[in-house]
């Protein structure tokens, strides 16, 4: 197991971001930035005795600075969608608004555009962030660590916090994978398994409704193996996922048919959002990136969206009694 440091390059105010690298004796290896705690490769053995990087991405700085949909990133304070006002702790709390009436993914400035600190702990990347009290309106000082660590073919990571005051918490990965070789494909043919028999319900503005609803006999059933674009009605959705304990669990597995890689998604929260990508237009991109329909898809680890709303929904607030700690697992076959 190594871990190397590089310079990535300077944000436009200057401040300066590296890149570690971790890589392990089964050659898998990820390279993670400290702007937004982002995975900008994630390579993968594949049969014929090379590595596929999985995941897309940018080549340059700028390019994670421009407005992008969170390629790669670390999502924070809460993922998915919130209404623009919330009630923590018996409070009202206005929000910042980043997607018409609602906040998403943190809001203006979420920790996927924020510079986190870092150190290497044994043979793990720590990456931790500091967020204020009243940031994007969230109330609490709020100290947040994710951990980096590659077992045999598995890149496992934890998401943890604490605060001073009770707030919202609901961490993400936002990355974006595609196992076939090379950046010219899209993910419509790739094959996926969710464990979850419901999903969320969402009103007109893409906001929980409160229902869960079964799976069974819609577009949104992949409780068995069928390919993404059969149904590729641009899937944005919660799936109430098959657990009913905070344990580490299966969560969905993809399969490519122009790969011999799979990956298997594991992880401790209720949720699991698929965002199939079908929308996203990205003009620029890793190794002369060409612009496909669908070129990556996202598998979101989080609780449920606007949980603070509905109060039979697991609840995303952290008091300052208790660590906030999940984990998410990258399993590659």
Known sequence: MTITKT????????????????????????????????????YVPNGDGGVVDVVLGFDTLPEYEAAHPYIGS?????????????????????LTVNEGESQLHGGIKGFDKRVWDAAIVDDSLVLSLYSKDGDEGFPGNLKVQTTFKLVDLRLEMQLSATTDQPTIVNFTRHDYFNLCSGVKNSVV????????????ELDGNMITTGRLVPVAGTLY?????????DADEGFDLNYVLDKTS????????????????????????????????KSILLASGKEDYEHVGSPGLCLEPQYF??????????????????VYEEQVVYDFG
Do not use: M
Not at 16 to 38: C, D, S
Not at 221 to 229: I, Y
Not at 305 to 316: E, G, K, Q, Y
């Open 246 to 277: 905070n344990k580490l669990k299966l969560a969905a597995q993809v399969w490519a048919p122009d790969s011999d890689i799979t990956l298997k998604v594991y992880c401790t929260q209720p949720g699991l959002q698929f965002f199939s990508a």
């Open 7 to 42: 310079t990535f390059g300077f944000t436009s105010s200057g401040e300066e971001i590296f890149k570690f690298i971790l890589k392990n004796h089964r050659g898998l290896q990820v390279e993670v930035l400290t702007y937004g705690a982002t995975i900008q490769k994630l």
């Open 305 to 322: 969206p606007n949980s603070p709303s509905h109060s039979h929904f697991p609840s995303t607030i952290l008091l300052p009694s208790e």
């Open 221 to 229: 059933d992949f409780t068995e193996v069928r390919v993404v674009g």
């Open 74 to 94: 670390f999502i924070g304070r809460n993922a998915n969608r919130l209404k623009k006002e919330v009630v923590i702790a018996g409070e009202k709390i206005a």
């Open 189 to 200: 043919s790739h094959k996926l398994q969710v464990h979850a028999g419901s999903y969320t």
